[in-house]
């Protein structure tokens, strides 16, 4: 939850209860028989929009932005890697319709998280079909919360069959993966989602958590699928948390992974950008920008004016100490952009909102200063 106006919270015994990943500005704790945790207090600012005009969104930069604890069977509507504290959703227009619940109701630009005990917090791997191998659940090396899936060495994971899909939908499969050793990977993936032996998955291989995101389409007769986190090789240990399965969204870029083999609709300023076979993050082509100055850019039209999107994408630069861009402009309001440092591909993501009469928006991959190259792949914007 959020709150600014009173002193003090949670002043009677509280014996037996929990209160975690709140953001409190201007307070302090006073239950000492009560499980406290995560909470940021006193100097902590929510940044709504506007306290003083009664307009508690939350603005860009908030702390209290995938904040909130994730709890198996009861969260719902959340648009990040977990829900925000407090009462609405950043990146969210709106709640339902009136008169909803919220719950099995969805809100604007989210969905319902399929994955029961998405984020190992009950502290076991209950709902999760199966483990193998030196599987555990670890309350260390987490992304989020309390607990993560852990897998030691080699041939081990952990797997959940989900149940209730429509066939012929489309639906997204996330989830936050690191590995403890460079060369390992641990793979997350989906599989029987179109008969059985349907099977499509995306390998991390960095010792940084990063969001591993599969996509796939449910077959004409096919209401289940089966997800799973594996690690086939290697000595190391591997992490893996905060998984979800959403509806998937229309992703409204053009030629996101640059798999005609030339940049089609992306324009470009110079030569120095281009479409390689290497540095693929997936399928066979990236974008290559080469030197400084140098960018690609597609106007996406088609959007809602006063409607929230995300723009995502994954890069990363052939020369330590360089960056790359992911941005966003000519949207009705101020551009944003995101910064790519890292020498393996790291995701970056910016949210932005359409202006009242705005129907485009001019998506870009950008490179200002540097010798190196950079290379960039998988783009979306939904």
Not at 10 to 27: E, Q
Not at 227 to 248: P, R
Not at 268 to 294: C, E, F, I, K
């Amino acid at each position: 939850g959020q709150d600014n106006s009173i002193e003090h919270y949670l002043a009677d015994d509280c014996s037996g209860s929990v209160y975690r990943n709140n953001i409190y500005s201007g307070m302090v704790e006073d239950c000492p028989n009560a499980t406290v945790g995560n909470n940021l207090t006193s100097s902590a600012n929510p940044l709504f929009v506007d306290s003083g005009a009664s307009d508690y969104r939350l603005a860009s930069g908030s702390p209290a932005i995938d904040y909130g604890q994730i709890i198996a069977g009861v969260t719902d509507g959340y648009a990040g890697s977990a829900p925000d504290a407090g009462a609405y959703e950043y990146g969210v227009s709106a709640w339902g319709p009136p008169g909803c619940d919220l719950v099995g109701c969805q809100m604007p630009g989210a969905t319902r998280n399929l994955v029961i005990n998405a984020g190992f917090e009950s502290g076991a791997s209950s709902n999760w079909t199966w483990t193998y191998g030196n599987f555990s659940i670890a309350n260390t090396g987490v992304h989020s919360g309390d607990y993560a899936a852990k897998v030691s060495g080699a041939s081990g994971g952990t797997g959940q069959v989900i149940s209730g899909l429509t066939p012929n939908t489309s639906y997204t499969l996330s989830a936050w993966a690191k590995v403890g050793s460079a060369g390992e990977s641990i793979a997350v993936g989906v599989k029987r989602y179109a008969g059985e032996s349907s099977d499509t998955s995306t390998d991390v291989t960095t010792t940084t958590y990063s969001q591993a995101n599969v996509t796939f389409t449910t077959g004409a007769n096919n209401t289940s699928a089966e997800i799973y986190l594996w690690k086939n090789a290697g000595n190391g240990d591997a992490h893996g948390d905060d998984f979800s399965l959403t509806l998937a969204t229309v992703n409204r870029a053009t030629n996101p992974g640059f798999e005609s083999g030339d940049l089609g609709v992306w324009s470009t300023w110079t030569a120095a950008a281009s479409v390689v076979t290497s540095n693929a993050r997936t399928g066979t082509y990236a974008a290559r920008l080469s030197g400084a100055v140098v960018g690609v850019e597609q106007t996406v039209s088609g959007l809602t004016p006063n409607m929230t999107y995300t723009l995502s994408g994954w890069a990363k630069v052939g020369a330590v100490g360089e960056n790359i861009f992911i941005g966003v402009k000519d949207f009705g309001g101020i551009e944003t952009s995101t910064t790519v440092t890292t020498a393996s591909y790291s995701q970056g993501t910016v949210v932005f909102t359409t202006g009242s009469g705005n129907t485009t928006a001019k998506i870009y991959f950008y490179k200002h200063t540097g010798s190196g190259e950079a290379f960039g792949d998988d783009f979306s914007l939904r």
